[in-house]
């Protein structure tokens, strides 16, 4: 596992970027304009997903046991960079790791029990012999039988039948992954191990897992965010961060305590630290130059590594203030205790590895590389039968999951490298939508194709029942209108299944991209109709009633009474006549004599509101007033009530004016032709 606390140190440096893998892949297919390639220590990745267990009752051989959970998270990593098409191998531990690693855990160890190996030609003898083996046999000899049974053997059987490739190196796996990443066969070392980066790594993809923070997919700690569906990785490049490089962080490892030894009584994580990334002196350059050249001999790298242990703690003793603070160490110290074997120190600089990069394993004829048009083509079955085997509780259908899992995985790599046609792949796969993906509360957003899409494998569960509810029933039901099928109900008809695929993993010049952009301009340009919230266009009309109220409506508030005035003023001037229509002369006296001008209405003072109205309506109040004053008076009256209303009716229709009566003398009726 290395040194979990060379992760706390770092995890503040600016280089170190968390976000999820899907945005990453992207990112990295359009800066190289390739996939990415990954080394994945499968160590790691058994431990997380539950083949390695420290439940000893539940293990089988060799500490690993097989279930049908461990299985489902193993397979839902290999779907997700599969269906991203990221180009991978996984790297296996050999039988050549040193027998004292993970000895030196407890620090209660004795310092006899470390010095396991005492001088440095019991490594050269080792790996003499081991170059010796490959050289005559192939491979080594000491593989254990055991080793090929229980959980281990159930996953790499697992993976066989998938057509994933895997290599199973001769000592440390995160050794293999480095040495592959340092020579460029990979991009990325994807591992939780400090040890990678011991070994020689400079870039590393860590705590592979749904949690927003970077933690690893086994923390049980306090509750942190956590997606379902998304999994993110932290990018670490050690050729950014500051002040570190393979020569400290060995140092730091060999002071402080890692997987081949208990590390230096007295030093934890800071002063290790500080001692690592000196420069004035370079001790970490100094300790590198002793065990780098391996041909040297034994006794003379032995003398270097004492000499270098005392100049150490020299340096420590005279500037323990300078350098932690404080005075740490008296004057009757004996030095450091607790040094490695330089032996432990070859396996740092040096690890037992193939004797030949494994580049077979990169090869375009497996699924899990890149470029590779013939996956799954006769494995599926295999596959269904072999997972059969295991009980998923938790999946009601297996059927139809087993259907989608396999699909999904594997549609990318049929758009991008399936050997169809054009039209082959059209009624195959379609793009219907272009969306874009919010992640961790849309601090990510990545744009996506949504894709519908026809089985193309034979898993012997081509229907769903979801998709049968899809389908078109509009026709058949009495109760909705008859009519032709709307556009989404049409896809669904001809492509059962949907899934969305990142838009920068499908390059522009795809059929499907082709296709999709030709259909959404030819639908654009056909319908001109107005689309629900768009504005509607307004008539050209010189002259309409609109345009009247909104030149004579309401003012405005900020208009002025000037500026009103102006908006109310006729266009054109009046035109100049001889005759006015209105006389501006005194009409209490007028002289008719004199006049020119046409008199239509005579003002006149009445004192009764009777000549405002009709004749009918001016009879009917005044009988109500002369019933009223006759009501007052028929006390001291003998006349009977019926016969003097009808008395006051007769005077009031003799005492009416007519309206001739309301007109002045000087009126004149246009209406009668003179002579």
Known sequence: MGVPAFWDLIKSDESLRRLP???????????????????????????????????????????????????????????????????????FDGPMKPSFKNKFSSKTLSNDHCELAS????????????????????????????????????????????????????????????????????????????DTLVFG?????????????????????????????????????????????????????????ADYNQGIRGLGSKKAAKLAQLTTPNFAETFKD???????????????YLEFQKALFE??????????????????????????????????FHPILSPRVNRESLGVHYINVSGNSNFMKGDVADLMNLLEELEFKGITDFGRWFHEM???????????????????????????EEWCAGICQNKFRVPCWRIRYNSFLTTGNEASPQDTEDSIVAHSSPNKRSGSPSKKQSEKASHKFMTSIPKG??????????????????????????????????????????????????PRKHDSPKALHEKLEPETEPMNTKRKLFVEEDLDNPEPGNSSSLILVSERECNHDILHTSPKRALDLFIATSEEEDLEASAGSE?????????????????????????????????????
């Open 639 to 675: 006349e009977s009530p019926l016969k003097k209303l009808k008395k006051n009716a007769a005077t009031a229709e003799s005492q009416l004016p007519t309206p001739r009566k309301l007109l002045p003398d000087n009126f004149v009726d246009l209406t009668i032709e003179s002579g």
């Open 290 to 304: 002793i065990f780098e050249d391996h041909s040297q001999p034994s006794e003379l790298r032995r003398k270097r």
């Open 119 to 194: 001088d440095d030609e019991e490594y050269v003898s080792i790996y003499n012999e081991h170059r010796k083996q490959h050289e005559i046999h192939g491979t080594c000899t000491t593989t254990l039988v055991s080793e090929e049974l229980g959980g281990l053997s159930f996953v790499k059987r697992l993976l066989k039948t998938m057509n994933i490739s895997f290599i199973e190196t001769c000592g440390e796996g995160e050794a293999e992954c480095a040495r592959l990443q340092r020579e460029g066969l990979v991009d990325y070392v994807l591992s939780n191990d400090s």
């Open 505 to 554: 993993l499908i390059p522009e010049n795809n059929s499907l991209v082709k296709n999709y952009h030709l259909e959404k301009r030819t639908a654009s340009e056909g319908d001109k109709r107005p689309r629900r919230g768009s504005p509607r266009k307004v008539a050209n009309q010189k002259s309409n009633l609109d345009g009247f109220l909104k030149k004579y409506g309401t």
């Open 21 to 91: 893998l899907k945005q990453f892949v992207v990112e990295f297919r359009n800066n190289f304009n390739r996939p990415l390639r990954l080394a994945i220590d499968a160590f790691t990745w058994l431990f997380e997903s539950g083949f390695i267990s420290n439940d000893c009752e539940r293990l089988s051989e060799k500490g690993y046991r097989t279930d049908a959970q461990s299985t489902l998270i193993l397979l839902n990593r290999l779907k997700c960079l599969l269906s991203l098409d990221v180009t991978f191998v996984l790297v």
């Open 315 to 348: 340096h420590c003793f005279i500037h323990s203030k300078e350098l932690f603070g404080r005075n740490y160490f008296s004057s009757n110290s004996a030095g450091f205790q607790g040094w490695p074997s330089d032996v432990a120190i070859m396996h740092y």
């Open 406 to 432: 396999v699909h999904s995985t594997f549609l990318l790599k049929e758009i991008l490298y399936g050997n169809r046609t054009r039209e082959e792949l059209t009624r195959l796969v379609k793009i219907t």
């Open 201 to 257: 790594a400079t870039r590393v993809l860590r705590n592979f897992s749904r949690f927003w923070e970077d933690v690893p997919a086994t923390y049980t700690g306090p509750l942190k965010k956590k997606d379902h569906k998304e999994m993110f990785i932290t990018v670490v490049d050690m050729q950014q961060i500051r002040n570190w490089n393979r020569s400290s962080l060995v140092l730091y490892c060999t002071l402080l305590g």
